[in-house]
Nanobody
Framework: VQLQASGGGLVQTGDSLRLSCAAS????????MGWFRQAPGKGREFVAT????????KFSDSVKGRFTISRGNAKNTVYLQMNNLKVEDTAVYYC?????????????????????WGQGTQVTVSS
């Protein structure tokens, strides 16, 4: 079971990036998936989550209106489209997955709601 996050990089304020998370080793098409981030010296924080069907999404207040989350057609890939990036978005971004019955929708902003984690991809936003 592997989650592979990619797409990070160095951008400037106001730019856009799209992160990808590819799942393999299990049928993740039925799994809910989420993105978290960890800035230097801080704990990991919730960014966004999407249901297995893609029909429900949730975002942290800090990214709402700027980030979107979506699933690929095969639903084994999840994307995080990040627009109007700010310096405070600088962090290592992690994707995570959980079987739909292993946690409730209301819990999905918590780290402990997820079973599988990717290795992280660095996003750096310069002013």
């Amino acid at each position: 079971v592997q989650l592979q996050a990619s797409g990070g990089g160095l951008v400037q304020t106001g730019d856009s990036l799209r992160l990808s998370c590819a799942a393999s080793g299990r049928t993740f098409s039925t799994y809910a998936m989420g993105w978290f981030r960890q800035a230097p010296g801080k704990g990991r924080e919730f960014v966004a989550t999407i249901s297995w069907s893609g029909g429900s999404t949730k975002f942290s207040d800090s990214v709402k209106g700027r980030f979107t989350i979506s699933r690929g057609n095969a639903k084994n890939t999840v994307y995080l489209q990040m627009n109007n990036l700010k310096v405070e978005d600088t962090a290592v971004y992690y994707c995570a997955a959980v079987a739909p019955h292993d946690s409730s929708w209301s819990q999905r902003s918590r780290e402990d709601a997820y079973t599988y984690w990717g290795q992280g991809t660095q996003v750096t936003v310069s002013s």
